[in-house]
């Protein structure tokens, strides 16, 4: 029941991230999802879920890059546009990093 709560958490976490235009809020988000990242112990299956999110945000992201290419540069749209497309690309690179952390740890398990 533990591991679905921390699913659950995980996925709420990354959309918040998707959206969230406060830079207070999206590091205490931030913050929050690698807690519950950390719930996960067996390490394969962490890379697992990193994994699915990082093929899932970069899909997100190429769908918003056409959308933003699409739009005029003026107006509130295409702002807003433009910060949720930095949104995904900011929590694509968290989940890379954090791919690399679980890689790492791995490694260090495995010697």
Same mark, same amino acid.
């Given at each position: 029941?533990?591991?679905?709560?921390?699913?659950? =958490?995980?996925?709420?976490?990354?959309?918040?991230?998707?959206?969230?235009? &406060? &830079? !207070?809020?999206?590091?205490?988000?931030?913050?929050?999802?690698?807690?519950?990242?950390?719930?996960?112990?067996? /390490?394969?299956?962490?890379? &697992?879920? $990193?994994?699915? =999110?990082?093929?899932?945000?970069?899909?997100?992201? $190429?769908?918003?890059?056409?959308?933003?290419?699409?739009?005029?540069?003026? !107006? &509130? !749209?295409?702002?807003?546009?433009?910060?949720? /497309?930095?949104?995904?690309?900011? /929590?694509?690179? /968290?989940?890379?990093?954090?791919?690399?952390?679980? $890689?790492?740890?791995?490694?260090?398990?495995?010697?």
């Amino acid at each position: 029941m533990d591991r679905f709560i921390a699913r659950e =958490n995980i996925k709420h976490f990354v959309d918040r991230l998707q959206t969230e235009t &406060d &830079d !207070g809020t999206r590091a205490t988000v931030q913050r929050l999802l690698i807690a519950e990242e950390d719930k996960f112990a067996k /390490l394969s299956e962490r890379l &697992d879920m $990193v994994d699915q =999110n990082i093929l899932r945000i970069a899909e997100l992201a $190429v769908l918003q890059r056409a959308k933003v290419d699409d739009m005029r540069c003026d !107006g &509130d !749209g295409a702002a807003l546009a433009h910060r949720h /497309l930095e949104n995904l690309e900011q /929590l694509h690179e /968290l989940f890379v990093e954090s791919r690399q952390l679980v $890689v790492t740890m791995m490694d260090r398990s495995s010697l």
